[in-house]
């Protein structure tokens, strides 16, 4: 653990990233203090959101600044790793991960190796080890010493008590250990990615969403009021279950309440036993963390 006597999580996208910036800072130092910009990305302050006095408003010049989506790991928590952990970060040619897959897949997937790597995708080798000593993404695959690690870490993250309780009794009044939970992120606000990473994505969607059974129910969280339609006309309104929010999820970043409510369907997602997530997406991986890192999950 560092010596440092002052760590700072500064990361400026949405919750997801935030959150895993915010635990890795803790693994760091567990004194560690958070920076919260308000910008594009996040329309609510701080204490819109935590019950918290961890926050502050100016970075020390002194401190050292934690701003990544990777979670931190120790040295003693890189010994717990092997070589060539990750296939989902990994700095690997996405080229050769592509042809390490499709020979995975044609000798009868002997191992879990690319269980969570949909497509490769590069990452910028700034933050990517060469050795492949990652965990973001890799759900299941993670050993247990990390799942207890930064599950705990992510429990240490206090939301204010009027948004828990929204959370409490909604989901009391709706979710059972059996209800399956679903995370959509279509992209809307990049017409690219939509056509590049959603719409291939939806298949396979429909592809788990049938295998669960006609008697399956989904919690659907999105970013995306159309995809909440639409599932819901596809497999009944009784059965996909979505938070009665009060603002739209196509203009969540506009304000608070749209990020809060953000906040309450990720809250929910962790509730479930069973998510399906959106590939390299860091809102369901938050959601996982925060549910103790042990529900079964299926990426799409």
């Known amino acids: 653990m560092t010596n440092n006597p002052l760590i700072v999580a500064s990361e400026i996208g949405g919750l997801g990233n935030r959150f895993k910036a915010w635990a890795s800072a803790m693994r760091m130092n567990p004194a560690a203090r958070v920076h919260w910009p308000v910008n594009d990305f996040m329309p609510a302050s701080f204490a819109e959101?935590?019950?918290?006095?961890?926050n502050i408003d100016e970075i020390p010049d002194l401190a050292e600044v934690y701003a990544s989506w990777r979670l931190h790991l120790e040295p003693e928590d890189l010994a717990q790793l092997p070589r060539g952990f990750t296939a989902v970060g990994s700095s690997t040619h996405p080229l050769i991960r592509g042809l390490g897959k499709g020979w995975w897949k044609l000798t009868g997937r002997r191992n879990d190796h690319y269980r969570y790597m949909i497509f490769p995708k590069s990452h910028s080798k700034r933050m990517t080890r060469a050795d492949g000593k990652?965990?973001?993404?890799?759900?299941?695959?993670?050993p247990e010493y990390f799942r207890e690690l930064y599950s705990g870490l992510f429990q240490r993250i206090s939301v204010r008590p009027d948004i828990l309780q929204r959370v409490d009794e909604w989901a009391l009044a709706n979710l059972d250990d059996q209800v399956i939970g679903v995370q959509v992120r279509s992209w809307r606000d990049d017409a690219r990615r939509h056509r590049k990473y959603h719409l291939p994505a939806t298949k396979r969607l429909h592809a788990l969403m049938r295998a669960a059974g006609d008697d399956a129910r989904f919690l659907v969280v999105s970013d995306s009021d159309r995809v909440m339609t639409d599932l819901a006309r596809d497999y009944g309104y009784d059965r996909v279950l979505q938070f009665s929010r009060r603002t739209d999820r196509d203009a969540s970043w506009v304000g608070p309440e749209g990020i809060i409510e953000d906040l309450i369907d990720m809250?929910?997602?962790s509730r479930c036993n069973t998510i399906f997530a959106s590939y390299l997406s860091t809102f369901s991986e938050a959601a996982w963390w925060f549910g103790g890192a042990c529900a079964r999950v299926s990426v799409f």
């Open 134 to 142: 990652h965990i973001d993404l890799e759900y299941e695959r993670i």
């Open 49 to 54: 959101i935590f019950d918290a006095d961890c």
């Open 267 to 269: 809250l929910l997602l």
